[in-house]
């Protein structure tokens, strides 16, 4: 061996004891990335510093700034002890986007999309071996096309929403409060594409020609009864002009 190789062999080494550094135990799933723990005494995990560090989130993170998900996130991590679950879509997950769909949102239904990555309580990656279907999501409930439903075996998590399924790829971030996972495919609630059942039928009007009578010409009940009241009070007029003069 030469001493150059033999160098290079030791920088090696030397990274590699680098990169192996402490790996905290909070990544049950899959390879990759390493879970964050928070910093000590650094108050609550802010969602948008945890993505834009990772760096691979940039749309998703500007999208809860601007439809303020962020901020309601943020105290919902302060103000309650349920914790919080975020299913964040890489950049790259955005541009595999039918060209325009993100453009074709409402600012309502982009605020709906980013609640619907948001699961109101924090599940850990092992968790969902055992959560039940469906999933209730920050964007609404089980019953209104607004939920998600995840299978988990080992380290497998599938999500499917009825209109996207996935995998989750990676843990981002977990504390107990917040977990971060990465998604490859932005997911899309049925809701966006499900039509919204019709308004209800107006109550039946009282009086409707039976379906099977011939077509025959009623003369509009309001407008008959008008006339009789306009009858009356013309005669009334008449008599006060006749009771004054
Ligand atoms: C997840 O989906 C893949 C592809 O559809 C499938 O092969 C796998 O069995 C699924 N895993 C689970 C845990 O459902
Ligand atoms: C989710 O799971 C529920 C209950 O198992 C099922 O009724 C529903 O069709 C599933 N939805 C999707 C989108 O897979
Ligand atoms: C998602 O997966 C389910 C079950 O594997 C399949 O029936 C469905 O067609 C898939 N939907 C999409 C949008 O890929």
């Given at each position: 061996m030469t001493n150059s190789s033999l160098a290079f062999l030791f920088l090696f080494l030397f990274c590699s004891t680098l990169t192996a550094a402490p790996s905290p135990a909070a990544a049950p799933l899959l390879q990759g990335t390493a879970a964050s723990p928070a910093p000590a005494g650094a108050?609550?995990?802010?969602?948008?510093?945890?993505?834009?560090?990772?760096?691979?989130?940039?749309?998703?993170?500007?999208?809860?700034?601007?439809?303020?998900?962020?901020?309601s996130l943020d105290s919902q991590l302060v103000?309650?002890?349920?914790?919080?679950?975020?299913?964040?879509?890489?950049?790259?997950?955005?541009?595999?986007?039918?060209?325009?769909?993100?453009?074709?949102?409402?600012?309502?239904?982009?605020?709906?999309?980013?609640?619907?990555?948001v699961l109101p309580t924090h599940i850990s990656a092992s968790q969902f071996e055992t959560v039940s279907n469906p999933i209730s999501t920050q964007a609404g409930g089980n019953a209104d096309l607004l939920a998600m439903?995840?299978?988990?075996v080992g380290s497998s998590v599938n999500i499917t929403t009825g209109e996207t399924n996935t995998t989750m790829s990676n843990v981002i971030f977990d504390d107990s409060q917040l977990a971060v996972y990465q998604v490859d495919k932005v997911l899309l609630p049925m809701r966006f594409y499900v039509p919204l059942p019709?308004?209800?039928?107006?109550?039946?009007?009282?009086?409707?020609?039976?379906?099977?009578?011939?077509?025959?010409?009623?003369?509009?009940?309001?407008?008959?009864?008008?006339?009789?009241?306009?009858?009356?009070a013309m005669a009334g007029l008449v008599l006060v002009v006749a009771a004054l003069t």
């Open positions: 108050g609550p995990p802010n969602v948008i510093s945890i993505l834009n560090k990772d760096g691979r989130f940039t749309v998703f993170a500007k999208l809860l700034q601007s439809t303020k998900v962020d901020a103000d309650s002890n349920n914790g919080l679950t975020v299913f964040a879509p890489t950049d790259i997950a955005f541009s595999n986007l039918k060209t325009g769909t993100l453009n074709s949102f409402t600012d309502e239904q982009k605020m709906e999309l980013v609640r619907f990555h439903n995840v299978t988990a019709p308004p209800p039928p107006p109550p039946p009007s009282p009086k409707k020609p039976s379906a099977k009578a011939a077509p025959v010409y009623v003369a509009p009940v309001e407008s008959s009864a008008g006339k009789w009241m306009y009858n009356y």
